[in-house]
C-alpha cells in the first residue's frame, strides 16, 4: 500500500534530520532568540528581498494561521474566505474559537476576487454586522490552482482602497512556485500581501511554518500573541534550523519541484485515459473524477482522499504528491490508471 493521500506522511529530508543530529548537543538561547534561527531568518529576509519584514517561525499551518488572523482583528472583525478555504473547512473551527467570524465566498475555482470582496463590504454596512477587515487566500488553493501576479496585485490594491488586510496562507507555497504556470515571486508576495508564510511542514521539514509580516501596523509585540496562543517554542533552535538547512542552497525549492513532476506524471496518465478533474492544477494536488468501480480497484493498491462524490457512478478523489514520492511509485499509479480504467 502507498499512499498518495497527503504531503506529510513522510518524516523529514535526510539533510534536515543530518542538520538536526549535527547540532544536537550545542547549547543556545531558547525561544527562536538562538543563532540558527537569527541566521534564517536573515537568509529567508534575502530570498523575499525585503529587508524591512519581521519573520516568526512557528510550528503548524493551523497554529499560523490561528494566531496571526486573531493578532491582526479587533473583537468586532471577521475574515474573508472562500468556501473551500482551509480556515473556513480544515481547522476545526480555530478562527471562530478566537472570536472572529469567517465570512464564505463561493467559488468554483477556489479562488476570490475584487468583486466578491466588494459585495461582502457592501452586505456589511454597520455596526449591528461584523466588519470585514481580514482577506484570507491559500496559494495554491485548496483545490490546487494558483494565483497569477495580475489577480494578487488586484486582490492587493483592492485591499488598499478598502483598508483590509491581504493575508496568505502558504501551506503549499512551494508547489505555487515552482508551477509552471507560476509567475509569483517572494518579493512579489512581500510587496503586495500585509503578511504571508512560508510552509515547510509539507515540504520536507518535520515541522515549521514561517511568518512573514510585512505591514508596520501589524508587527509591534507580536511574539506576545505567539506566546499566548502556545506557539513560542522553547527549543525554537530546531525551527531556525530546518529553515537555514531548507533556504541555504534552495533545497525548498528542488522538493517542491519534485512534488510538482511527480504530480504531472500521474496528470498526464489521467488526460490519456480521458478520464476528466475537478479543475485544473499544476501544483502537488490533482482531482480526478472516477468511476466508483475503478476506485475501489486503487484503494486495493494506494491510500487517497475521497473528495466528493459526483453521482451514483462518479466519485473525486485527491492525489497528492510530496517531496518524498518516488517517480516509480508515480509511474506505477500512472500505469495502473491506464490498465484498470
Given at each position: 500500500?502507498?499512499s498518495f493521500?497527503?504531503?506529510?506522511?513522510e518524516?523529514?529530508?535526510p539533510?534536515i534530520?543530518?542538520?538536526?543530529?549535527r547540532?544536537?548537543m550545542?547549547?543556545?538561547e531558547?525561544?527562536?532568540?538562538d543563532?540558527?534561527?537569527?541566521?534564517?531568518?536573515?537568509l529567508?529576509?534575502?530570498?523575499?528581498?525585503?529587508?524591512?519584514?519581521?519573520?516568526?517561525?512557528?510550528?503548524?499551518?493551523?497554529?499560523?494561521?490561528l494566531?496571526a488572523?486573531?493578532?491582526f482583528?479587533?473583537?468586532?472583525?471577521?475574515?474573508?474566505?472562500a468556501?473551500?478555504?482551509?480556515?473556513?473547512?480544515?481547522?476545526t473551527?480555530?478562527?471562530?474559537a478566537?472570536?472572529?467570524?469567517?465570512?464564505?465566498?463561493?467559488?468554483?475555482?477556489?479562488?476570490?476576487?475584487?468583486?466578491?470582496?466588494e459585495?461582502?463590504?457592501?452586505?456589511?454596512?454597520?455596526?449591528?454586522?461584523?466588519?470585514?477587515?481580514?482577506v484570507?487566500?491559500?496559494?495554491?488553493?485548496?483545490?490546487?490552482?494558483?494565483?497569477k501576479?495580475?489577480?494578487?496585485?488586484?486582490?492587493?490594491?483592492?485591499?488598499?482602497?478598502?483598508n483590509?488586510?491581504?493575508?496568505?496562507?502558504?501551506?503549499?507555497?512551494g508547489?505555487?512556485?515552482?508551477s509552471?504556470?507560476?509567475?509569483?515571486t517572494?518579493?512579489?508576495?512581500?510587496?503586495?500581501?500585509?503578511?504571508?508564510?512560508i510552509?515547510?511542514?509539507?515540504?520536507g521539514?518535520?515541522?515549521?511554518?514561517?511568518?512573514?509580516i510585512?505591514?508596520?501596523?501589524?508587527k509591534?509585540?507580536?511574539?506576545?500573541?505567539?506566546?499566548?496562543?502556545?506557539?513560542?517554542?522553547?527549543?525554537?533552535?530546531?525551527?531556525?534550523?530546518?529553515?537555514?538547512?531548507l533556504?541555504?542552497?534552495?533545497?525548498y525549492f528542488e522538493?517542491?519541484?519534485?512534488?510538482n513532476?511527480?504530480a504531472?506524471?500521474?496528470?498526464?496518465?489521467i488526460?490519456?485515459c480521458?478520464?476528466?478533474v475537478?479543475?485544473?492544477?499544476?501544483?502537488?494536488?490533482?482531482f480526478?473524477?472516477?468511476?466508483?468501480d475503478l476506485?475501489?480497484?486503487?484503494?486495493?493498491k494506494?491510500?487517497?482522499?475521497?473528495?466528493?462524490?459526483i453521482?451514483?457512478?462518479n466519485?473525486?478523489?485527491?492525489?497528492?504528491?510530496?517531496?518524498?514520492?518516488?517517480?516509480?511509485?508515480?509511474?506505477?499509479l500512472?500505469?495502473?490508471?491506464?490498465?484498470?480504467i
Amino acid at each position: 500500500m502507498y499512499s498518495f493521500k497527503n504531503d506529510y506522511s513522510e518524516g523529514a529530508h535526510p539533510r534536515i534530520l543530518e542538520a538536526l543530529l549535527r547540532t544536537n548537543m550545542e547549547q543556545d538561547e531558547g525561544y527562536g532568540l538562538d543563532r540558527y534561527s537569527k541566521e534564517a531568518i536573515e537568509l529567508l529576509k534575502e530570498k523575499i528581498m525585503n529587508k524591512d519584514v519581521d519573520i516568526h517561525l512557528l510550528q503548524g499551518g493551523t497554529q499560523t494561521n490561528l494566531i496571526a488572523i486573531s493578532a491582526f482583528l479587533k473583537s468586532y472583525e471577521a475574515a474573508i474566505a472562500a468556501n473551500t478555504g482551509h480556515i473556513l473547512v480544515h481547522e476545526t473551527g480555530a478562527i471562530e474559537a478566537t472570536g472572529h467570524k469567517v465570512i464564505s465566498i463561493a467559488s468554483n475555482d477556489g479562488k476570490i476576487n475584487s468583486k466578491d470582496i466588494e459585495k461582502v463590504l457592501n452586505e456589511h454596512i454597520n455596526e449591528h454586522m461584523v466588519r470585514p477587515k481580514l482577506v484570507y487566500i491559500s496559494n495554491p488553493t485548496e483545490i490546487g490552482t494558483i494565483y497569477k501576479r495580475e489577480e494578487l496585485k488586484e486582490l492587493s490594491e483592492t485591499c488598499k482602497k478598502n483598508n483590509l488586510i491581504l493575508y496568505v496562507d502558504g501551506a503549499r507555497l512551494g508547489s505555487a512556485l515552482m508551477s509552471p504556470t507560476n509567475d509569483l515571486t517572494l518579493s512579489d508576495l512581500s510587496t503586495l500581501t500585509d503578511a504571508f508564510y512560508i510552509g515547510a511542514t509539507k515540504n520536507g521539514a518535520l515541522i515549521g511554518e514561517a511568518l512573514i509580516i510585512s505591514n508596520e501596523n501589524l508587527k509591534d509585540d507580536f511574539r506576545f500573541n505567539i506566546k499566548q496562543r502556545g506557539g513560542l517554542m522553547a527549543k525554537g533552535r530546531v525551527l531556525g534550523i530546518q529553515f537555514l538547512e531548507l533556504f541555504k542552497d534552495n533545497l525548498y525549492f528542488e522538493l517542491a519541484n519534485h512534488a510538482n513532476k511527480m504530480a504531472e506524471i500521474i496528470n498526464k496518465s489521467i488526460k490519456e485515459c480521458g478520464l476528466d478533474v475537478l479543475i485544473s492544477s499544476n501544483t502537488n494536488q490533482i482531482f480526478p473524477i472516477v468511476p466508483n468501480d475503478l476506485l475501489t480497484k486503487l484503494e486495493d493498491k494506494y491510500k487517497f482522499t475521497l473528495w466528493e462524490k459526483i453521482d451514483e457512478k462518479n466519485s473525486v478523489i485527491r492525489i497528492v504528491t510530496s517531496w518524498a514520492t518516488k517517480e516509480d511509485m508515480a509511474r506505477e499509479l500512472a500505469n495502473d490508471f491506464k490498465k484498470l480504467i
